[in-house]
């Protein structure tokens, strides 16, 4: 196992990853393999027997007694074989990356599975940022990012943005300060890390243009800079699902930086939270293989690994449905959102259009909204808002500095119905007129 661990993965021969490498080793060993090496519990003393999980289209995913003692055991830490496969082969048709046909050393696209792109997120951003590293991202911007980066001691610069994203002659002013020439002399604090949500954006719904996704990636290549792309949206997209000669593809709204990397400078989270389930946890990173390589011994030093029950229970599923079936699911959930989406914006034109602004989104399941004349929506939402029993999100909470002023309200429209969203902004309305 010591030399496999060697040959197979970049982990040093560390007893957590012998023991690891050993249930991989044992996965693909021939049965006349016996193994003593592994401290892997014995599931014939697991009390779980079978399971059958019935679906929405009448179809049955059901584990049986083999099944079962694999869902129940540890597995390989960047996932399940059968799992990445499916995936791989998704990523390769939706987004046809040109380091899917690179040698692995040269930064071959690879994959691995995580506990939400939460996780994939964190070990991203453990593996890359050091105390002190400037990192570059597109405030207001997710708050979970923000708590995994803020631990990290970096120092987080914002670059302005706008209802289409992230601007890139913004992002070319605040590199300005650098010679591209010496981003690599040692001691140089030239940023190495830019972080994105690139559709549906959180909290602001923005997504960005093609144009602008293209001038992005040419300056991160000047600098060379490393482009974390955080799409959990993604699939949330108006986009149009074209059926081509029963080739299922996606005409996407603008193409995803990991289409257009030819470097291998994209490192990419997607997440199944918003499609499948939010509860399962189930995410991916996708990017150059010795940069997720090494993501995966930081999973084997963590989790290590994302539950292999769920693995395998979205592994048969994807299966069965194959990718148009997949599709055809995101195009139900699509036609969801787009329907919740227009039911905010019909009922933010209702009470809010005097006393706020917006931006319609077109994707995501969240608006960002600007209350006119208030400089800071912290007290209003976190009190007067609750006593009128309506809960939105404070602005404050997504910008880099949370003290700051913010005059915005983060409003999802995922899980209230039309009728809730309108009442909960009639509420809104009246609280704003009090305050105003
Ligand atoms: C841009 C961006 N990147 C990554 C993630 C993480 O998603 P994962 O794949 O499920 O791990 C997210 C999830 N965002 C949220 C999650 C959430 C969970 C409980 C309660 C509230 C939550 N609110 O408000 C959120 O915005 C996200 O928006």
């Known amino acids: 196992c010591l030399i496999i661990c060697i040959s197979t993965s970049v982990c040093d021969p560390h007893p957590l990853c012998l023991y ?123 708050s979970g990012t923000l708590a995994t980066l803020q631990p990290l001691g970096c120092n987080l610069i914002n670059v302005p943005s706008d209802q289409h ?67 959990p949206y993604y699939f949330l997209h108006t986009y149009k699902l074209i059926h081509v000669m029963s080739l299922c593809i996606w005409q996407p709204w603008a193409p995803t930086f990991l289409s257009m990397d030819v470097d291998g400078r994209i490192i990419r989270t997607d997440s199944f ?39 395998l229970m979205v592994s048969q599923l994807l299966h069965s449905w194959g990718q148009e079936g997949f599709l055809q699911h995101i195009d139900g959930v699509i036609e969801f959102y787009r329907t919740q989406r227009d039911a905010m914006i019909s009922s933010a034109d209702r009470w809010l259009k005097d006393v706020a602004e917006w931006h319609a989104p077109s ?24 006593e009128k029993e309506v809960l939105l999100v404070p602005g404050g909470v997504f910008m880099i500095n949370s003290s700051d002023p913010c005059p915005y309200v983060r409003a999802a429209f995922s899980l209230s119905t039309p009728e809730q969203i309108d009442e909960a902004f009639r509420r809104l309305s009246s609280l704003i007129k009090e305050a105003l």
């Open 20 to 142: 690891l490498c050993e249930a991989e080793l044992q996965q693909r060993s021939p049965p006349s393999m016996i193994s003593l090496a592994g401290g892997a519990p014995n599931p014939n003393t697991f009390p779980f027997q079978l399971a059958s999980i019935k679906m929405k289209n009448g179809q049955t995913l059901t584990f049986d007694e083999t099944v079962m003692k694999r869902a129940l055991q540890y597995s390989a830490s960047n996932g399940i074989p059968e799992l990445l496969t499916w995936m791989k082969n998704l990523q390769k048709n939706l987004h046809n990356p040109p380091t899917a046909g690179y040698a692995p050393e040269n930064g071959q696209m690879d994959m691995c599975v995580t506990t939400g792109s939460q996780e994939g997120l964190c070990k991203v951003f453990e593996m890359l940022v050091n105390p002190g590293d400037n990192v570059l991202l597109d405030a207001p911007t997710y």
């Open 363 to 386: 994707a995501g399941m969240f608006l960002w909204i600007k209350l006119k004349g208030i400089a800071d929506t912290q007290q209003l939402i976190m009190k007067k808002a609750l």
């Open 273 to 311: 939270s918003k499609i499948l389930s939010s509860g399962l946890r189930i995410g991916f990173v996708t990017g150059p293989k010795p940069l997720v390589d090494r993501v995966v011994l930081h999973i084997q030093a963590s989790t290590m690994h994302t539950s292999t029950f769920t693995q």
């Open 165 to 231: 994203g992230m601007i890139p002659a913004g992002l070319k002013e605040v590199l300005s300060q650098w010679d591209p020439s010496e981003v690599h002399k040692p001691g140089s604090t030239a940023p190495r890390v830019l972080y994105t949500i690139p559709n549906g954006g959180n909290p602001t719904g923005a997504s960005m243009t093609s144009q602008r996704k293209q001038e992005v990636y040419e300056l991160a290549r000047q600098y060379d800079m490393l482009i974390i792309e955080d799409d």
